[in-house]
């Protein structure tokens, strides 16, 4: 593993050009997605530049693939108390599929696996949860589900 690099090279190096520095404390159940994906840690919500709020939030800031998002707009989950896909008599649906397969393969982490999660646990220790295991155990940082490497220290990690 490699440990922090020069604010420099930082900028050349990390995928993400990262905002405000994130906790753990930051993550919260508002930003946990219909999929089960925690928008706390994709890199539209940490980034500098035009944030996104996450997917349950307005439709500021968000890119022309999540307002298209059939997952965000299905129904089903409109009309659920949850508003997780989780409530779902057709889980999992074709696209939720898809979409966890890339996750798993990409950048690991299941969508199905935290669905699961918030349905037998519930969300508050669900989220409890994702803060120990996205934390930057170099500078205590919100790790980006989408890059290697912490997008405020550049600590890499498996």
């Known amino acids: 593993m490699v440990g922090p690099i020069g604010a420099q090279q930082e900028a050349v ?4 050009r990262p905002g405000e520095k994130r906790t753990p404390q930051a993550l919260c159940a508002e930003l946990i997605a219909p999929c089960g994906m925690n928008c706390g840690l994709c890199m539209c919500y940490l980034r500098k530049k035009i944030t996104c709020g996450g997917c349950r939030s307005g439709d500021e800031g968000k ?3 999540v307002l298209a998002c059939t997952i965000r707009k299905c129904e089903a989950v409109r009309a659920s108390v949850s508003v ?24 690991r982490m299941s969508m199905l696996e935290n669905l699961r999660a918030i349905r037998e646990d519930g969300i508050e220790p669900f989220v409890e949860s994702e803060r120990k295991r996205w934390t930057c155990p170099e500078c205590g940082g919100v ?9 405020y220290c550049g600590f890499a990690w498996a």
Do not use: G, N, W
């Open 84 to 107: 997780f896909c989780s409530d779902c008599a057709k889980l999992p649906c074709p696209r939720l599929k898809r979409l966890d397969v890339r996750y798993r393969k990409k950048y």
């Open 63 to 65: 890119s022309k693939s």
């Open 143 to 151: 790790q980006c589900v989408h890059t290697t490497e912490c997008i």
């Open 13 to 16: 190096m990390l995928k993400v």
